[in-house]
């Protein structure tokens, strides 16, 4: 049979002589880093529209379709200005 005793700074139950299991005085600052261009990109693009925030899957499939009508939309101003130059040039 084990006996336990609680650590009141952390709020949990460690057994009687065990030691004392202290964090890293940094480990509160450290959080996992997820550089991905896409995640800024549809999160830039929620926050200024206020569109309610994708769940993580929702989120994937948001950023593929802004970015695929960013082309879109590059693909039609350059499609336009080539056309208006070739008007113009002439």
Known sequence: MRFYSMDHTRCRMQPIGAAPQ?????????SPIHVNPLNLVVRAFV????????????????????????????????????LLRDAFTR
């Open 22 to 30: 202290i964090p890293h005085p940094a480990s509160r600052f450290r």
């Open 47 to 82: 926050n200024t529209f206020g569109i309610t925030q994708p769940t993580p899957e929702t989120e994937a499939k948001a950023g593929r379709f802004i970015v695929l009508m960013l082309i879109a939309v590059l693909l039609l101003i350059g499609v336009i200005a080539w």
